[in-house]
C-alpha cells in the first residue's frame, strides 16, 4: 500500500522542482481504512452524529462510493459540528471544528499523501504536526540554541487569530506550487470553503481554516513554510549581523538572535511581511527580552531581574549548573498547572462514588500523561505539585462520601499504600536534552 506514496515521496526529494499532478489515485479504499483505524474511538461525533465504530462496521458500504466521487471531483464535504473547549488559564472558550468520522478519515489520508512530498520540502525548524517530530524535540531544540549558540536575545511572538485568519487563494497558491492535480485541489478548495455547522445553520468560510481538522493542520504547515521558514532562512539570516534561529511549531514559534539590533530589524521586517499574507501580530503577546548565558550580567548592571518567555507550555528562565555555569531552567507554565489542577478536580467529582482501584486507575491515567509532557530536567516542584493536589483532592473526594466526616490522614494513607498513585517521574532529564535537538 505504502510503495506508490514512497515512491512520490522519493521523487519530491530527489526533484525540489517538481510538480505532482497525479496524485488522487494513492487515496485507495486500503488508505482510507488505515486512516480510519488511526482515529481514536472516543473522537467526536460530526453532524451526521456516526461514530468511529459505526463508520468502521459500514466501511464497505461508503468507502467505495466516496474514492468514486473524488476521482470525478464530485465529493462535497460535509459541513464540520462547531464545538468549543475552553481557553488555558482562561473563562473564553476556543472553537473548534469536528469533522464526520468519515471526513477525518479522507482529510488524513489526504495528509498521508501530501505530506510525501512536503516532508521533503519543510525545513528543520518546524516541528508541529509533522511526523516524527514532537514537542519535545521542539523545546530540546530551543533549550540546545540557547545553551550552546550565540544567543542573548529571544523575540517571542503569537500571531493574531492565525486559523481564522489563513488566506485560501495564498493557501491554494502554495500548495500549487508542488501539486497540480486537479482532484486535490478541488478537494481542499472544497474543505476550505465548506465551513462549519452552528445551531443548525452552515457558515461558509471565506477565510481560514477550521481549527480542530487534520487537512488545516498541513495547510497551516504549508503557508508558514512559505510565508515565515522560507523567509527568514533565505532572505532575512543573510541580512542579520550575528547568529539566528528559529523554532517553530504550528503558529506558535521563537526568533533566538545574537544581537538587539538585528532583534529589532526582524521585528519590523515581519509585520510588514505578515500583512502581505493577511497575518498579523498579536502585540499583547509578542516580546523581544533579553535572555541568554549573558543576560543576568547585563540585566544587573541595569539594575533588572532577568526575564521569562514562554514557549509550548513552559516558563523559560536563565538558570545555573551545579558548578555556577548557565543553563535553560524549564517549568510548567502557570496556567498549564492550573488546567492540570482543574482536570483532577473534574475527574474525581465525576468518579467519586466508583471503587478505589477505579479512581486510582483513572487518577494515574492523568498524572502519567502529565510527567508524559511536562518531565523536564529541574521541573520537579511543579511535577510534585501535581501529584500532591492529586492526593489532597482525592482525600477531599472520599471524605465528601464519607457520613463519619472528614477522612483521617492516618486512614488515608492506608488507602494510599493499598491503591498508590504514581509519583513524578522525568521523561526528558538533562542527559536526554541534547540528544532529541534537531540541530
Known amino acids: 500500500m505504502r510503495t506508490g506514496i514512497d515512491r512520490v515521496a522519493e521523487k519530491a526529494r530527489m526533484g525540489k522542482e517538481e510538480i505532482f499532478t497525479s496524485l488522487a489515485h494513492h487515496i485507495t479504499p486500503e488508505l482510507l481504512k488505515e486512516s480510519l483505524k488511526k482515529i481514536p474511538k472516543a473522537s467526536g461525533v460530526g453532524v451526521d452524529a456516526q461514530s468511529v465504530e459505526e463508520a468502521k462496521r459500514q466501511f464497505e458500504t461508503w468507502s467505495t462510493e466516496m474514492i468514486s466521487t473524488i476521482h470525478r471531483k464530485g465529493y462535497k464535504p460535509p459541513p464540520s459540528r462547531r464545538a468549543y473547549i475552553p481557553k488555558i488559564g482562561k473563562k473564553e472558550m476556543r472553537p473548534i471544528a469536528m469533522p464526520t468520522v468519515k471526513d477525518k478519515a479522507l482529510q488524513k489520508a489526504t495528509v498521508e499523501v501530501l505530506n510525501a512530498i512536503y516532508e521533503q520540502d519543510f525545513l528543520k525548524c518546524s516541528f508541529g504536526g509533522r511526523p516524527g517530530r514532537s514537542a519535545h524535540q521542539a523545546v530540546a531544540t530551543l ?47 472544497r474543505w476550505l470553503k465548506t465551513g462549519v455547522m452552528e445551531n443548525g445553520e452552515q457558515n461558509h468560510t471565506e477565510i481560514g481554516t477550521s481549527q480542530g481538522s487534520p487537512i488545516s493542520v498541513l495547510l497551516s504547515n504549508i503557508y508558514l513554510h512559505y510565508v515565515l521558514d522560507l523567509w527568514i532562512e533565505e532572505v532575512v539570516k543573510k541580512r542579520m549581523r550575528g547568529e539566528m534561529y528559529q523554532i517553530r511549531y504550528i503558529d506558535d514559534f521563537v526568533v533566538c538572535f545574537q544581537y538587539h539590533s538585528d532583534a529589532i530589524r526582524f521585528q519590523k521586517a515581519l509585520e510588514k511581511r505578515l500583512s502581505k499574507f493577511s497575518l498579523e501580530i498579536e502585540p499583547s503577546k509578542t516580546r523581544l527580552i533579553e535572555f541568554g548565558r549573558f543576560a543576568e550580567k547585563g540585566r544587573k548592571l541595569k539594575g533588572k531581574r532577568v526575564e521569562t518567555f514562554y514557549f509550548l507550555g513552559f516558563t523559560w528562565y536563565c538558570s545555573k549548573t551545579r558548578n555556577g555555569g548557565f543553563k535553560v531552567g524549564m517549568k510548567t507554565e502557570k496556567k498549564r498547572l492550573q488546567r492540570g489542577y482543574s482536570k483532577i478536580t473534574a475527574l474525581l467529582k465525576e468518579i467519586r462514588h466508583h471503587k478505589l482501584k477505579e479512581q486510582k486507575e483513572a487518577i494515574n491515567r492523568v498524572l502519567r500523561g502529565h510527567y508524559r509532557y511536562y518531565g523536564v530536567g529541574g521541573n520537579w516542584k511543579a511535577l510534585n505539585r501535581i501529584y500532591f493536589k492529586a492526593v489532597k483532592t482525592w482525600r477531599k473526594t472520599l471524605s465528601s462520601r464519607s457520613q463519619k466526616g472528614k477522612l483521617r490522614w492516618e486512614k488515608f494513607n492506608k488507602i494510599l499504600g493499598s491503591f498508590p498513585l504514581e509519583k513524578p517521574k522525568l521523561s526528558i532529564p538533562y542527559t536526554r536534552i541534547i540528544s532529541l535537538a534537531i540541530l
Not at 545553551?147 to 500548495?175: M, P, R, Y
Open 143 to 189: 533549550s540546545t540554541f540557547i545553551s550552546t549558540k550565540k544567543v542573548n536575545w529571544i523575540c517571542e511572538v503569537d500571531l493574531k487569530n492565525f486559523f481564522g485568519s489563513l488566506d485560501h487563494q495564498w493557501a491554494l497558491k502554495f500548495l500549487m506550487h508542488r501539486v497540480r492535480d486537479p482532484r486535490i485541489i478541488t478537494l481542499i478548495r
